[in-house]
């Protein structure tokens, strides 16, 4: 069973040795932007114009999956229109970074640990517990955004998602975002995907990119 988007967007942000989450809120919104993306590559979901819609509730046999298809199902069948991609992510990012790292724990990627910071307050922890899936995730980004290597369609919808959550620094350790900016605004605008993904890639960007500056704007305020 093949590492979903969703997945590899936890592993990067996961910190290796501490099993803590590093940029949280930027990373919960690529999260559950990689679920919904994943949903659209396999057939289950459509992303249009900024709404989405469930075009097939079959099953996709990967139980991460699977589980916020029926929720989104659920979800938009109450409502009188097809939802705004926003209000989704937005209802479920928290939700969605739970359940990717349950998976990760279910395959063994990483490893729950309980601890208490200064001694009185719970925490769980998710160390890594086998790195060579987080490493080939690294090469292949290494590959496709500093070396020039064309992507495959999850990968170029990966970019696109890690530079719409701002997620360069996690991604590309040591890399000035400036440097890799304009490779990154290439791959996702890119003609790597069907036309219909392509431009599920380009509102599913722009979704993160407006709940994430509405997230910032009410922090500040």
Request: net charge neutral; no cysteine; charged share 30%.
């Amino acid at each position: 069973m093949a590492v979903t988007l969703a997945e590899e967007i936890m592993l990067l942000s996961l910190d290796d040795e501490s099993g803590a989450v590093r940029e949280r809120q930027s990373a919960a919104w690529a999260v559950a932007g990689g679920i919904l993306l994943d949903l659209v590559l396999a057939g289950r979901v459509a992303v249009e114009e900024g709404r989405l819609r469930v075009t097939d509730p079959t099953p996709t046999e990967t139980p991460l999956l699977d589980e916020r298809l029926l929720r989104i199902a659920a979800w938009a069948a109450r409502r009188r229109r097809d939802p705004k991609v926003t209000e989704w992510l937005t209802k479920d990012h928290t939700k969605a970074v739970r359940a990717t790292t349950d998976s990760l724990r279910a395959r063994g990627l990483v490893r729950e640990e309980q601890r208490r910071v200064l001694g009185v307050f719970p925490v769980t922890r998710h160390p890594e517990a086998e790195g060579a899936t987080e490493r080939e995730l690294r090469d292949r980004l290494r590959a496709v955004v500093l070396e020039g290597a064309e992507p495959d369609t999850r990968t170029a919808g990966l970019v696109a998602l890690v530079h719409g959550a701002k997620l360069h620094r996690l991604a590309f350790p040591g890399v000035p975002r400036k440097e890799i900016a304009p490779r990154l605004d290439e791959i996702a605008a890119g003609q790597w995907a069907a036309e219909g993904v392509r431009h599920a890639i380009r509102d599913m960007q722009a979704a993160m990119v407006a709940v994430m500056t509405v997230t910032v704007l009410t922090a500040t305020t």
